[in-house]
């Protein structure tokens, strides 16, 4: 699609052809994800998200599952960004990369993983043995002791399998909805939305909801999409975010749904500038995986030797 910025399609539902897609149920009633999980409860906690200036909620789906189409068209090998094998190394990844970058713990886990590949082998660890594999990931004090608790609690309590009901692994040490649903969906196949920094971001650029509390934008957005939605929606919103719709500078001159997007122009609009600020693949730059899938278009990462060995 154009680049060219239309805004005012954005502000209503009569610029925005509404194509049948199966796939993302455009022509569904708002009401076909009601079982996404209740708000949190909490004064607030109905807030209705605030749409595009005079944009109706049912113009603002129909946007909102346009972009998602948009995005599977720009990124159809979108996929987790975190190199792992087994639902425990997906857990214990999603735990390091809390504030860190994905290729970071990517550049981690093959030492830590050599060191400790089950439950069982991490639980007995010597916590300062796991503290110094870990510590590239930074916090890593306070990480080691989840990942110790963790699979001690695999260990003990679940026969040394993750468990794949969301109520058992967000009583794990150091697990969350976010990681939970990062588990979930990825190792599992249990549909999830995963509300991180770039999903939160960009879901509140776009208007799809006006929350800050996580738990409340993962309720909004999956009452706008189908269950069979939540876990690509989330994987595509997060690349979007990592290339093109940056927290400081968002490329707008360069981003394929700027016509769709009520945010346009809160970031760069030179077509030329713009473009330079794009990342991995789309920046021509490796990405941040070291074993991408096979459909990645980009490159593999540096793994951490080949990184420290560069001048
Ligand atoms: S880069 Fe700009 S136009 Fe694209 S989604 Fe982000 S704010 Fe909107």
Redesign the pocket.
């Known amino acids: 699609m154009s680049n060219k910025?239309v805004r005012a399609q954005a502000k209503g539902s009569a610029g925005v052809t509404a194509a049948p897609d199966s796939a993302v149920g455009e022509h569904a009633p708002v009401e076909a994800s009601a079982k996404a999980p209740p708000a949190p409860e909490g004064k607030n906690s109905v807030k209705k998200p605030k749409p595009a200036r005079g944009e109706s909620h049912l113009a603002m789906v129909r946007r909102a599952r346009r972009i998602n189409r948009e995005l599977a068209e720009i990124y159809p090998y979108a996929h987790p960004e975190l190199d792992f094998r087994n639902p425990f190394e997906l857990l214990v990844a999603t735990v390091l990369s809390a504030q860190t970058t994905d290729l970071r713990v990517n550049q981690t886990t093959p030492a830590l993983f050599a060191a400790y590949p089950t439950p069982e082998d991490m639980a007995a660890a010597a916590p300062e043995d796991l503290e110094e594999l870990i510590r590239p990931t930074g916090f890593f004090r306070a990480k080691s002791r989840s990942l110790l608790g963790l699979s001690q609690a695999l260990r003990d309590d679940f026969g040394g399998e993750v468990p794949g009901r969301i109520e058992d692994l967000v009583k794990l040490p150091g697990v969350g909805r976010k990681t939970a649903n990062v588990v979930l969906g990825n190792a599992f196949g249990v549909p999830g939305i995963t509300v991180d920094t770039h999903f939160g971001r960009?879901v509140r650029?776009?208007k799809w909801t006006g929350q800050e509390d996580p738990e409340k934008v993962e309720a909004e957005i999956c009452a706008i999409f189908p269950k069979s939605e939540w876990t690509m929606l989330s994987h595509r919103v997060v690349f979007?975010g990592r290339r093109?719709?940056?927290s400081r500078k968002?490329?707008?001159g360069?981003?394929p749904?700027?016509p769709l997007?009520?945010?346009?122009?809160?970031?760069e609009t030179d077509p030329e500038k713009a473009k330079k600020l794009l990342k991995y693949e789309k920046g021509g730059q490796p990405g941040q995986r070291l074993t991408p899938p096979p459909d990645y278009p980009g490159l593999p990462a540096p793994p951490a030797a080949a990184r420290a060995a560069r001048p």
């Open positions: 910025p960009l650029r776009w979007h093109i719709c940056h968002p490329a707008c360069a981003c749904i700027a997007c009520p945010a346009y122009g809160e970031g």
